[in-house]
């Protein structure tokens, strides 16, 4: 039968009992939002039905509804109790002080009244000084928090009885023959409801079940865009303005799932994106940062002092999802939040986690938009106004990069409680003037960018705006204190949250065993793994390498994992800061020599038998502070002494400056044919013409050998095992050829005369030296499978 048919046949049958229904819809209960109507109409109602079923007002109570995600129906089940109890006697149940008497409100026989007595008198006397005040109406507790624990409502304006009202107040003023074309277009455009679904039952019952079924995002919108199909324009704008902060809400949440429930990970490949939900562990975040450092070392030695590098004790934990939950020291919400970590600790991780929370209705609730205004839009923008002489407001730069959330005056108003998320610092790479930037008092004054940022800071712009800032330390440092109410810390992973992590993240229970071994088998890598960069390798790099038959023999090498680690963080430097396309990251002269000085400067440190550097370190090796602690990935700022405050820097982990000394030592050997560990070597002659294709590597090693074995056990171990995996043909001629050196890079030459040499050193060095050389005799010869 033909739809069309089939409707006009449902709609007559109903119009034919319509007159009888009207005399008797006085009578019967009401539908479930029935109280959705205005308070006199209420009033109104229930005197006439006096005797009537009461309806249950469960539904007004937000946290009763399931919440629902921008995929799924509310699941909303509608309760149409006889008697129940009202908000008004729950609330006096819970408030009543001891020994107060609170009257019954529900319905009560009235025959168990009977005339009052004199001592029923005195008892009203006793009931009048003992009641307290009536209270104002709260929420039951298990109402004020959501299922994570946190007080989080939604406004009223997004809430289901809101929307539910303003779709019925709409629809209400269509004439039958609108709504019956209403009804049919809504069933041609929405298969998820059948027909009879959408036929059957009044007005309410319609309503009810849309939303039901639907949830209250999209049968908003599809209403919306129904009214508009039927030519009802001005109704459709009319329910558009009256649920206008819903739409702008779901609009933001559509944006930020989009952005975020699928995680990128190093280079994309189709068919292998992973959600963030499968894959997601909680980090550690502390409200006490040390740096982010982690102090473990293999030999049991850092020469940093124990005061330098600490490690965070578990009562300074706080969750993602709560750092709008913190106080000030006086007792005031909170409403600047820095987050600092080390690179790759995973602080764009975080941002995804926190907006996919709001978005899916799983986390603070009550924040009515979460608007994402991330520095390197602000550094992108400030390149294009220079260019143009352009300046922009904050509303503007809002509706610019989220064009649907325009005319945006809810964020003026007292009680819009939203959040701007300010990640990626370190982007903006010009300086700020926090003392002389003049002052802006209003949303729609045009102004620089630096302007812009300093006043959003500071909280004269977007004053009800809670502000997350996030940021490497070197970089974030440079905020004025009186500007933040608190600092957090993202922290490195735990053993047992790398054990989740590689866990999670395979359905193969046997790879997921393989895995979770074969990593513990290097301590210094099991140490490594705690950083979720590296965490992320290790999964990554042996899940491929299991493909192979009869890998993890041996256990896993340490220098490619070190060499993958730089490699990645170069790239990220050229892309990230300096907008370079993915496909297009060629190492230049530039990158190269970077990495040289650093390299140098490292093991002038490891020299000095230190892990830290400061400012004039730097600039002694003719390079830029910024280039060095923020833009290279391989270094991070430590909190300052309360006595000096003077700045101080120091490697990821001071394993990875052993590695940096190392490579540093390696390149000088291969490109310039230098031997930088024999200061006797540095002004004599090249070891080789120019003419010669081949190095011996057995006179570099040797040096490397008697400053380990000169040295207390541990200074140079580490480095010469690093040095010695450099020689492995994996690493310099598969690894880094293309990066550090050029396809066309001569081999490296005498690798058997080194191999000898560890070997005979093996056989006459002190027993507490032994296990290292045979670590460096693998990383030199073991080949990846």
Not at 178 to 190: G, I
Not at 199 to 211: I, K, N, P, Q
Not at 414 to 429: G, P, R, V
Not at 660 to 675: D, G, H, P, Q
Request: aromatic share 8%; net charge negative; proline share 5%.
């Amino acid at each position: 039968m033909d739809p069309d048919t089939e409707v006009e046949r449902i709609f007559r049958q109903e119009n034919s009992e319509e007159d009888e229904e009207k005399e008797e819809k006085m009578k019967r209960p009401p539908s479930s939002y029935g109280s959705m109507k205005s308070d006199d109409d209420v009033m109104e109602e229930e005197e006439k039905m006096e005797e009537a079923d009461k309806v249950s007002f469960s539904f007004l109570f937000p946290m009763a509804l399931p919440a629902s995600t921008a995929h799924d129906g509310t699941g909303l089940q509608m309760i149409r109790s006889a008697s129940p109890e009202t908000l008004y006697t729950m609330t006096t149940q819970q408030t009543r002080p001891p020994g107060a008497v609170v009257i019954d409100t529900r319905s009560s026989d009235l025959g168990d009244f009977s005339e009052p007595d004199d001592e029923e008198e005195d008892a009203d006397e006793i009931l009048i000084a003992n009641s307290p005040e009536p209270p104002e109406p709260v929420e039951p507790e298990d109402e004020m928090q959501d299922e994570n624990g946190q007080p989080g409502r939604l406004h009223p304006e997004q809430d289901l009885p809101h929307i539910f009202k303003s779709i019925q107040n709409v629809l209400t003023g269509l004439t039958s023959d609108d709504l019956l074309k209403f009804k049919v277009s809504f069933y041609q455009w929405e298969p998820k409801m059948s027909l009879p679904q959408v036929m059957e039952g009044d007005l309410l019952d319609f309503v009810d079940r849309s939303l039901e079924m639907l949830g209250q995002d999209r049968s908003l919108l599809h209403t919306i865009n129904t009214l508009e199909n039927i030519a009802k324009k001005p109704e459709a704008e009319e329910l558009r303005n009256s649920c206008k902060r819903a739409l702008i809400r779901y609009r933001l949440k559509q944006y930020l799932i989009e952005k975020h429930q699928i995680i990128r990970e190093g280079v994309v490949r189709a068919g292998r994106q992973n959600l963030l939900d499968n894959i997601y562990v909680e980090p550690h975040v502390t409200t006490r940062g040390y740096g982010g450092v982690d102090p473990s070392h293999e030999y049991g030695r850092s020469p940093m002092s124990p005061s330098t590098l600490q490690v965070p004790t578990a009562d300074t934990f706080v969750g993602l999802n709560n750092l709008f939950r913190l106080k000030t020291g006086d007792g005031k919400p909170v409403r600047t939040v820095v987050t600092t970590g080390i690179p790759g600790i995973g602080l764009t991780v975080s941002v995804g986690r926190v907006s996919l929370d709001w978005a899916e209705l799983k986390a603070n609730k009550d924040l009515q938009f979460v608007i994402k205004l991330s520095f390197r839009t602000f550094w992108l923008l400030r390149k294009k106004e220079l260019a143009l002489s352009q300046k922009s407001s904050v509303v503007e730069l809002i509706q610019y990069h989220n064009p649907e959330c325009k005319d945006l005056k809810h964020l003026e108003e007292e009680d819009c409680k939203f959040l701007i998320i300010m990640d990626s610092f370190d982007c903006y790479q010009a300086s700020l003037d926090w003392q002389n930037a003049p002052v802006i008092n209003d949303n729609y004054t045009q102004a620089h960018p630096d302007v812009l940022i300093v006043n959003i800071i500071r909280g004269t712009v977007l004053r009800g705006a809670r502000v997350w800032i996030l940021g490497r330390q070197a970089a974030v440092s440079q905020i004025p204190s009186q500007y933040i109410d608190v600092v957090t810390e993202l922290q490195s992973f735990s053993d047992e949250k790398v054990d989740e992590f590689l866990s999670i993240r395979f359905c193969n229970a046997e790879l997921t065993s393989n895995i979770l071994a074969h990593y513990k088998r290097l301590p210094s890598l099991r140490i490594l793994a705690r950083h979720p960069l590296v965490c992320w390798m290790v999964a990554t790099v042996f899940e491929r390498c299991y493909k192979y038959r009869d890998y993890g023999v041996h256990p896993p090498r340490l220098t490619p994992f070190h060499g993958s680690i730089l490699i990645f963080q170069t790239n990220r430097n050229m892309e990230y800061y300096y907008g370079l396309p993915e496909n297009d990251l060629k190492w230049g002269t530039d990158e190269n020599n970077q990495l040289n000085k650093i390299g140098k400067m490292a093991l002038k440190m490891l020299e000095r038998n230190t892990g830290v550097f400061f400012e004039e370190d730097v600039k002694e090796f003719g390079m830029k502070v910024t280039d060095v602690t923020v833009f290279s990935g391989l270094c991070t700022e430590l909190p300052s002494a309360a006595s000096d405050r003077k700045r101080t820097y120091c490697f990821l982990h001071f394993s990875f400056q052993e590695f940096i000394a190392a490579l540093y030592v390696f390149t000088m050997f291969r490109s310039e044919c230098k031997n930088v560990l024999d200061t006797a070597l540095l002004h004599k002659p090249k070891l080789f013409a120019s003419k010669d294709q081949t190095k011996s590597a057995v006179g570099l090693v040797q040096c490397a050998l008697a400053r380990t074995l000169a040295s207390p056990p541990g200074h140079y171990d580490m480095f010469l095992r690093f040095l010695c995996g450099m020689l492995n043909p994996d690493c310099h001629d598969s690894l880094m050829r293309g990066c550090l050196y050029s396809h066309r890079a001569p081999k490296v030459a005498g690798l058997d005369d080194v191999q000898r040499l560890l070997e005979q050193t093996i056989l006459t060095a002190e027993e507490n030296r032994v296990e290292n050389l045979k670590e460096c005799l693998r990383e030199m010869i073991q080949k990846d499978e």
